[in-house]
């Protein structure tokens, strides 16, 4: 079967670095996407990769390795706003659908 | 960059009427949207694919009669709930793909429906 595991919660500090893992089982890799999502809300698109390595966007950073099935979404000088749940997404065998992760949701606290 | 528009964002209904949700990719065509449904605290489930002009592929257990799906042009595709009941309440995001090489998805701000 397609599976995607991420933890359920996790909490941090504000100003410190936390880092969210996503493992993947799918038939099939065509690309790994990052969403964040506040409660209530729809889901913004944080990040994708598709190649091995490490792609940086300002205070946040996105990992993949396809040999580990594993990606991480690593989020740098925390905010009270970066509270919220960090979805992982793979794409499988199709080019257009998606399989989530249950989501992460992060706690910041002060 | 690239933007969905989803109305209503909130909808409150009696059993048994039926619901329209509209979602419109504002500066892109999307040749393919996906309605998704999500309830409190679980993942988003996606419940259907549209293509424009075409039939909507459901995913297995999705009612296609209870959950129309008409994507009449390239901007634009709409989901009918129809007679709704209490059970149908919950949290409906679409989204839309911007096709190309560099492809990405992006959702809509969603539709909150509570069935009375």
């Known amino acids: 079967g397609q599976n995607i595991d991420q933890p359920t919660e996790m909490t941090a500090t504000e100003g410190a670095i936390v880092q969210i893992n996503c493992t993947y089982q799918?038939?099939?890799?065509?690309?790994l996407f990052w969403y964040q999502q506040h409660a209530g809300e729809a889901p913004t698109f944080l990040s994708y990769n598709v190649l091995d390595g490490l792609e940086e966007k300002g205070r946040f950073s996105s990992f993949l390795s396809r040999s580990k099935g594993y990606s991480y979404l690593l989020l740098k000088e925390l905010q009270m706003k970066d509270s919220a749940s960090y979805l992982c997404?793979?794409?499988?065998?199709?080019?257009?659908?998606?399989?989530w992760g249950a989501g992460t949701k992060l706690i910041i606290k002060p | 960059g690239a933007v969905v528009s989803q109305h209503p964002s909130r909808v409150i209904c009696k059993s048994g009427t039926s619901v329209k949700i509209e979602c419109r990719s504002l500066d892109f065509q999307a040749t393919t949207m996906f309605w998704y449904r999500q309830f409190p605290k679980q993942s988003l489930m996606l419940m259907a694919t549209s293509n424009e002009g075409s039939k909507a592929t459901y995913e297995q257990g999705v009612e296609k009669d209870k959950f129309l799906i008409n994507h009449a042009s390239l901007t634009l595709s709409t989901l009918t709930v129809t007679s709704a009941h209490p059970e149908d309440s919950s949290f409906y995001i679409c989204s839309a793909t911007t096709g190309g090489p560099n492809e990405k998805l992006f959702f809509g701000s969603g539709t909150q429906l509570s069935v009375l």
């Open positions: 799918t038939s099939g890799f065509n690309g």
């Open positions: 997404a793979v794409r499988g065998d199709s080019n257009y659908q998606l399989i």
